[in-house]
């Protein structure tokens, strides 16, 4: 059994994969090939937003986006204190403050009233100026927008979305990647959207950022290749990526709804022992990860369970950002659900290529 599916993903597709990037072979454009600017404009149809602008990874998209937006070493950007390390680390690399905001104990992403409360504090007594609010979907969960965005525009905040662990999930008729001022997404092989090495991608209606970072994830360039007008990045998706992407996002849809009925089938048999993130009304998780807790058994008693039942599992996070060394110091809101929720949580397998034999092997062996 895998956590994640990818291997059997590729097993499924792999003769349609191998002719995808023996054309990159022979065409031999291995940078800015043409399968780039065609799984961009495939992406922006996806998701409905004007620019998609390819880039290296996950991490460099959510610094592009800050950089385009000029954030730098005399601002403060709020983000969740409960996700992967980088959503933190771009704003870092940049010189800028992050400033760490509580979860939600029900959907493990930022709470807003947790945010208006950092806001103030910061206007308050911070040093810095507040710029930005980075939100995550965790889990592919969608953040909670329309409360965020009116927060933003109240306190005159850009609001970027981290939507690397979201892209197919979606709220109300918007996209993951549509909900927020600029949205970054990775396509990292265990990612919704994954591709076979590193990606990924930023999302924008605004023209002006959209060509801001065209020329920053190219060095900053000008008007031609060795006309250089900013200091940028050399971040790109390479083309065999892009091209293996093109085939990848045929399957997305399918995908995301096996595990939507994966999901409702472990909901229904073990919401009366483990607490499950709530998807509230509107909401549609790509289901990145099924992420549980429990109020009877310890994650320890658990986790070994499933190890001895051979069911693979993974714990996402074990410690809340503003627990880790190199961010220790940053600012942060008092965020007692984020140590909670990583004290508790653990994540099963919940994707497209579950058999039925095995997801009820992950039914009663959780039910014992
Ligand atoms: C994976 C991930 C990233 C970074 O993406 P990479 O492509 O690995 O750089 C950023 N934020 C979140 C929430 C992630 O899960």
Known sequence: MELVGVKQQ???????????????????????????????????????????????????????????????????????????????????????????VDIKENTYNISPESLEKAIENNNRIGKKQAKAVIAVDLFGLPAEYDSLRSICKKHNLLLIEDAAQSFGGSYQKTKACGLADIACTSFFPAKPLGCYGDGGACFTNDDVIAEKIRSLCLHGKGSHKYDNIAIGMNSRLDTIQAAVLLEKIVLLEKEVHLRQKNFQFLYSTLNDKFTFQDELKGYQSALAQLTLRSQFQSREQILSTLGSHKIPHAIYYPKPLNNQLPLASCPSDFTPVAKKMSEEVFSIPCHAYLTEYELNKIASVLSQ
Do not use: W
């Open 10 to 100: 590729k097993d499924l597709i792999i003769e349609i994969i191998h002719a995808r990037i023996n054309n990159v072979l022979l065409h031999g454009n291995f940078i800015q090939g043409p399968e780039v600017r065609e799984l961009e404009s495939r992406l922006e149809e996806y998701v409905g937003v004007k620019h998609c602008i390819s880039c290296g990874n996950g991490t460099d998209a959510l610094q592009l986006a800050l950089m385009a937006h000029g954030i730098g070493a005399e601002d403060i950007v709020f983000t969740s204190a409960f996700s992967f390390f980088a959503s933190a680390e771009a704003i870092a690399i940049l010189g800028a403050t992050p400033f760490f």
